[in-house]
């Protein structure tokens, strides 16, 4: 298989693909699609995803995939040699997982990405911040974080539902999290300083798959210097 990866390592999603195919040791080519220069809205990049977005893979130079989540799903299951725990062949192991991701979009997203849009990027888009709208996105995030704590993070497992080992959900929902990192210590211990649940799952999901983890990481705290961000 000829695995071409199109993404861009400020993006959540993104993060979560490249990190799962160096974890998983998969043969990949990746390819940086720089959304603050607007590569993402290329006539060529649409031919890929004509959605605009990354992350986005083409296999074998003609089956091409955008969404994280169906992307992960692909690999998980179409790859040979990735770890069984990511993507358990267990139906109903594999519906608790879905119904994570389901959930993600609509609940941990809108409330994380959209805070860090609203309170510090999107002059970097050619927007306005919002801090009115960044008042809600915070209330959605931290509501989200608190589910998680009480319904998934378990203290029979490290991991989503008392697992052991991380499934593509973890990686997903933590590196969603790790986007609070372009924010200033103060405010990124306001918001996640009441949940020490959450903050065990990260090291504990950095640590299941580090190095890589923290060397995808790296481009959140170099963006963050360069564009000069508050620490």
Not at 42 to 70: C, Q, R, W, Y
Not at 127 to 149: D, G, T
Request: contains cysteine; hydrophobic residues 40%; glycine residues 4%.
């Amino acid at each position: 298989m000829e695995l071409k990866v199109y993404v861009d390592r400020l993006s959540q999603p993104s993060r979560a693909i490249v990190i799962f195919c160096k974890v998983n040791k998969l043969d990949f080519e990746e390819v940086g699609i720089e959304l603050l220069k607007g590569q993402h809205l290329t006539p060529e990049f649409k031919e890929i995803n004509p959605m605009g977005k990354v992350p986005a893979i083409v296999v074998d130079g003609k089956f091409k995939l955008f969404e994280s989540h169906a992307i992960l799903i692909f690999l998980a299951s179409a790859c040979p040699g990735v770890a069984e725990h990511w993507y358990p062949a267990d139906p109903y192991r594999r519906a608790e997982i879905h119904s994570i991701l389901d959930w993600h979009h609509s609940n941990l997203r809108r409330g994380s990405a959209e805070f860090i849009q609203n309170t510090l990027v999107a002059p970097f888009f050619g927007r306005p911040l919002n801090p009115q709208a960044a008042v809600e996105n915070e209330k959605v995030l931290a509501s989200s974080l608190s589910k998680i704590e009480a319904l998934w993070l378990k203290e029979s497992g490290q991991f989503l539902h008392g697992s052991s080992q991380p499934s593509i959900a973890d990686l997903c929902l933590v590196c969603e999290i790790m986007q609070l990192e372009f924010l200033g210590e103060t405010d990124r211990n306001r918001i996640l300083g009441p949940f020490k649940k959450i903050q065990r799952w990260i090291e504990d999901t950095k640590n299941a798959t580090n190095p890589y983890f923290d060397e995808v990481h790296q481009s959140i705290f170099a963006a963050k210097a360069k564009l000069q961000m508050p620490s």
